[in-house]
Structure formats: structure tokens, C-alpha cells
């Protein structure tokens, strides 16, 4: 016998200009969706950015799925450089080698992953004073690897391709 979901609080809305924000390695993050309203469930987030490439690493416990709202993102998977225009959905398993890079102008996408990502994500990030694309810099590559040991992420090498900074 199946029981019943667990309620974990009331139902919500998220409206489009609303959701924390911050910013993390070249991206603008509004969370939908936070691991505690979910009651540790998953985290949805929605990302934009340009010119950004992310280094080759894997989360060993970590999955994630993005879907492309707009624009276009190269992800490298296994090897394989995949194209991912608006509509395509990318699942990355736990543990699975991965980057990804916006190749278009701009791109808009969701990511929907677990918790400790997200806790991944704030350690490594700032709070954005306002809901726009970073401002052009390296991303503080210290911290992120700090929050990298602490969250389970491995990072690997430079992004895919020869491009050694992780942001242009």
C-alpha cells in the first residue's frame, strides 16, 4: 500500500522576478526552489550568464539536470562536446566528468539539483546586490575550491578546448 505524500509546508509561487539571488562563477542564480522548502528534496535553480566556461570537474554524490530556456550551451560529457539549444534537457549523473560553456551571446537555463549543491553554490558565490549578470571578473578561484573540498566537488582541469581561464 502506497501512502500518501509527506506535506512539507504550504504550496508556493515563485513569480519570474522573484527568488534569491546571487552570483557564482560568471552567472546571475535565482533560486526557485531552495533544499529547505523542499524539505531537502532538490534545489531548482534559474541561471543566466554570457562569456562563461565552467572548469571540468564532477560531484561525486551530486546530479544535476539542466534544462536551456534560451540561448546556447555547449556541454562537454564524457569527452563529447554536445550543443544545447532552447527546449534541450542534459542530465548529469552523480560522479559523471563534466563542463559546460555558453557559446551563444547569452543563455538562460534551469538546473535542478540536490541540496548540498546548492549549499555548493552559496559557499562559493555572493550574495548579488542586484538581479543582473556579474560584473566581467575571474571568479575567485580560492573559494571556490574551498567550497569544491567541502561540497564534494572535484574540479578537474581548465574547461574543454584549450581555453584555460574558467571565464572570458
Known sequence: MTRPPQVIGPPQ???REEGE????FGTLLLFKATGEQTGGRFCLVEQSGKGLATPLHRQRADEETFYVLG???RFHLGGEPIAATAGATVYVPPGAT???EVISDTARWLNLTTPNHE???RAAGERAPERTPPPAA????AKVMAAAERF????LG????????PQH
Not at 581548465?158 to 584555460?164: I, N, R, S, T, V
Open 13 to 15: 509561487v515563485i513569480g
Open 21 to 24: 539571488a546571487l552570483w557564482f
Open 71 to 73: 540561448g546556447e550551451l
Open 98 to 100: 563534466h563542463a559546460f
Open 119 to 121: 549549499a555548493f553554490f
Open 138 to 141: 575571474p571568479p575567485d578561484m
Open 152 to 155: 564534494g566537488v572535484e574540479i
Open 158 to 165: 581548465p574547461p574543454p578546448g584549450g581555453d584555460q581561464h
